[in-house]
């Protein structure tokens, strides 16, 4: 669906940090070719202020500071969205954003399309 243009990609600073830092030269390598070929949406260090300060509101419900960076990226971007398979990030509830695993949102873009 992104490939098609019927989604658009969300990427960050934060996820350009923690690819980075992966260990497996092929998936980093895969990843960065597919954020450069498919990224509509790019949140910045230019936002880090708020992004920070929104991260530091989401930590306070237990989320780890990673994790609580990319979701803020995700508002910041005003995505509809955040995929994700991580069940304690899963646990999290926000009015701006929806966290669903990858299944759930088959499930809903099939509802929508059809």
Known sequence: MIRKGNLELVTSYV???????????QKKMAIE???REYTSIYVSDRNKNEIEKYAGEIMKTGIKEKDACHVACA????????????????????????????????????TDYE
Request: charged share 35%.
């Open 33 to 35: 070719r597919f954020i």
């Open 75 to 110: 508002v910041v971007a005003q995505c509809k969205y955040f995929i994700t398979t991580d069940d304690r990030l899963l646990k999290y509830h926000s009015e701006n954003l929806e966290l669903v695993t990858p299944g759930e949102f088959i499930r809903r873009m099939e």
């Open 15 to 25: 996820l350009d940090y923690e690819n980075d830092r992966n260990r497996s030269l």
